[in-house]
């Protein structure tokens, strides 16, 4: 097995508790176009990150400050929140990353 597939089958055991978690948090969830452009050779294309939109009682939470929450959560169970990149990115969720 090699080190990139390890890690994509780590994401994918983790990002249904990080959905779970955001809806016990009240919020809804939708997932962006996958065809939203990414830096090449990005974690998205790799199958190790994930763009998530959050919505509270329908409002779409367009700020970082509204998935810090969330984004918490993830990174206490081994994930990457795109909120303390450099350039802020606060729906994004990745995998074996570092900032």
């Known amino acids: 097995m090699s080190k990139l597939g390890d ?3 780590a994401f994918a055991r983790a990002f249904p508790l990080l959905l779970l978690h955001a809806y016990q ?4 969830v939708t997932f962006p176009p996958e065809h939203t452009n990414h ?4 974690f998205h294309y790799k199958g190790l990150a994930k763009d998530i939109n959050l919505f509270i009682n329908g409002k779409y939470i367009k700020k ?8 918490l ?4 169970i081994g994930g990457t929140w795109g ?9 994004h969720y ?3 990353e570092t900032i």
């Not at 959560?73 to 206490?76: G, L, V």
């Not at 909120?83 to 729906?91: A, E, H, L, Q, V």
């Open 25 to 28: 948090l009240g919020y809804d």
């Open 64 to 71: 970082t400050e509204g998935h810090i929450k969330l984004g």
């Open 83 to 91: 909120g303390r990149f450099r350039k802020k990115d606060g729906n």
């Open 39 to 42: 830096i090449k050779n990005s």
């Open 73 to 76: 959560y993830w990174e206490s």
């Open 7 to 9: 890690d994509q089958r």
């Open 94 to 96: 990745s995998w074996g």
